[in-house]
C-alpha cells in the first residue's frame, strides 16, 4: 500500500489565521485617577505614563485627561479606577467606568 504523498505549495506562504475573537474582547483598558466629578453621570480621569525625554534622558512624567460614563455616579475625588473603551457616548465621552480599584482615603 502506497501512501499518497502531501501536497504542500512552496512558492506561497500560508497567512496566519486571523482570530475569531470579536473586536469588543479587545478594548483598551486604562488604570488612572479620578480628577473631577462634578459633572452628572460623568468624570474626568487622569492618567500619568512616564518616558524618558527624548534629549536629556530624564524620566518626564506625561498625564492624558479622559472623560468617562459612570452611570451611578459612584467614584469621587481621588479614587484609583479603570475605564474601558466603548463607543462614543457624548461629544467627548469614549470611555466608561469599569471598576472602582481603591478608594480615596
Known amino acids: 500500500m502506497e501512501q499518497p504523498e502531501p ?3 512552496t512558492s506561497e506562504p500560508v497567512a496566519p489565521v486571523e482570530s475569531a475573537a470579536p473586536a469588543r474582547n479587545r478594548r483598551r483598558v486604562k488604570l488612572g485617577r479620578v480628577k473631577s466629578d462634578k459633572m452628572e453621570q460623568t468624570i474626568v480621569v487622569v492618567t500619568e505614563t512616564r518616558v524618558p525625554h527624548p ?4 524620566i518626564v512624567r506625561k498625564s492624558v485627561s479622559f472623560k468617562a460614563h459612570d452611570a451611578k455616579n459612584d467614584a469621587k475625588i481621588g479614587d484609583t479606577v479603570r475605564i474601558i473603551e466603548t463607543r462614543p ?5 469614549r470611555w466608561r467606568l469599569l471598576e472602582i480599584v481603591e478608594r480615596a482615603k
Do not use: F
Not at 534629549?55 to 530624564?58: E, S
Not at 457616548?89 to 465621552?93: A, E, L, Q, V
Open 7 to 9: 501536497v504542500t505549495s
Open 55 to 58: 534629549t536629556y534622558k530624564k
Open 89 to 93: 457616548i457624548s461629544r467627548d465621552k
